[in-house]
């Protein structure tokens, strides 16, 4: 009686079968040897023959849910209502798997604070609030306005910084052009104050696309040179941002010099070869969700770095594994011989390759029309049941068999409203971002001997559009075109040995 009669429920908290407390939220002032004697008696009072959720004392009710190896309880006065406790506590049992991953111990205390977050939006002053599991998600995750001015920052930094990488591109070209291999007038040059970086590393923007840099890079002598700090977007946004009346000024080491950041980010590769090789390829692809093309595009591209004159004047033996993939060679490489028989050099043989500069030699560009065109085939099939919930069965099915892909990510946007999907069967792992409210399928690698497989879930869902567009990312070694290097033939003594990054990337891969 001393709990006091007014108040409804104390105290909500979930507990292990063995009786250890994991999380506990109070609603009235009670001492924390009051709470944790109430707790603690709940295991001795309970009854494995009764077939009750509630158990009463002399001064309160306990009211719970066994949830596979955890209880949830509630402690409540025992002049409350038991009918209104019961549909209280079955909307605490709904939270709480809603906000855990799984139903275990360690889950639990990982997300403790979010459950009592989620806790305080069901219960205040003792009483009920009217909310439903989607309502108690939306005031749990309500958007900072600060958290979007940092975000926006962030994002203003990256555009800044991948505007600089493509001026630095386009500078490195131009310089090409200018040195040896697009002059007639010499046979010799001096390297170029250029980055050493080739193009294909400045261009990139995924993580996992290998990155080389040498030298400091040093200040272009040009009246046109790059102008750090110049407008662009970036001057837009901070304008927006100092109407609204934020305080963005930029620190000199963060906005002022993100070529700096660049050059410090990118370590030299050590394993790198006097003659270094980069090939990349892109593919853009929408299929439909009955599996039909919709359109397709794979842009590939190949430079040479060299960094040793002694190495300067080659041939780049080529394997093309695909006959009707449409290369251009760059003008000042002897076509014929690259279309006869895969070699690349320079039209003029004792000319060199110019040194310390990535420079463009071929590239292609293939468009699909087939169905049969497409690498990797993802087909989505949700499945609506007259219960409010769906089936969904996803599969992949490996087409190109020559190429090996690694970091497989399939992202599923799932319905804002519905609860964690209830995964039966999967080929690989997942993830359930909830903040977002999409699944992730991870498949570590998919190939030849392992080019199908399949995930299987339920989630409530109201029209299976929710379900796309379906977003695919991956890396592969092997290239889409087939192409290959097989050796480099230094012109008069033999072979050298080279280097190369190689990679077969997604730019955009959906199922819409």
Known sequence: QELGIRMVLLSSAILTKGGKVLVARQYMEISRSRIEGLLAAFPKLMNSEDQHTFIETDSVRYVYQPMEQLYMVLVTTKNSNILEDLETLRLFAKVVPDYCNSLTETAVLDHAFEL????????????????????????????????????????????????????????????????????????????????STPQSSMTVSKPSVPSVSSSKPKKSRGGRGMKLGGKGKSKDFVAALIEEGEDVTPEEESLATPSKQIAQAAPVDENREPVHIIIEEDITLEADRDGGLTSMEVKGNMQVLVSDDSVSKIRIHCKKGNPNVPFTTHPNVDKKAFAASGV??????DRPFPLNSGVGVLKWRIQGSEDSDIPLTVNCWPTLNSDGSCDVNIDY????????????????????????????????????????????????????????????????????????????????????????????????????????????????????
């Open 116 to 195: 009592m977050f989620a806790f305080d939006e069901i219960i205040a002053l003792g009483y009920r609030e009217n909310v439903s599991l989607f309502s108690i998600r939306t005031f749990t995750e309500m958007e900072s306005h600060d958290e979007q001015i940092h975000k926006l920052r962030q994002l203003a930094k990256e555009r800044e910084v991948k505007a600089e990488m493509k001026r630095k591109a386009k500078e490195l070209k131009d310089r090409a052009r200018m040195t040896g291999i697009g002059s007639s007038s010499s046979h010799s040059y001096s390297p170029s104050p250029s980055y």
């Open 397 to 512: 099915e490996l087409q190109a068999s020559h190429i090996v892909l690694k970091d497989v990510t399939i992202t599923v946007p799932l319905p804002s409203s519905s609860d964690a999907p209830v995964v039966e069967n999967v080929e690989g792992s997942f993830e359930y971002d909830r903040t977002n409210s999409v699944l992730y399928w991870r498949i570590p690698l998919i190939d030849a001997e392992n080019g199908e497989g399949a995930i299987e879930f339920s989630v409530s869902a109201e029209e299976a559009d929710d379900f796309f567009p379906v977003q695919v990312d991956f890396t592969s070694t092997p290239l889409y075109s087939q192409l290959t290097v097989d050796s480099v033939e230094i012109i008069g003594g033999g072979e050298t040995s080279f280097s190369s990054n190689i990679l077969f990337k997604t730019d955009s891969y959906e199922i819409v």
């Open 344 to 349: 690349l050099g320079l039209k003029k043989a």
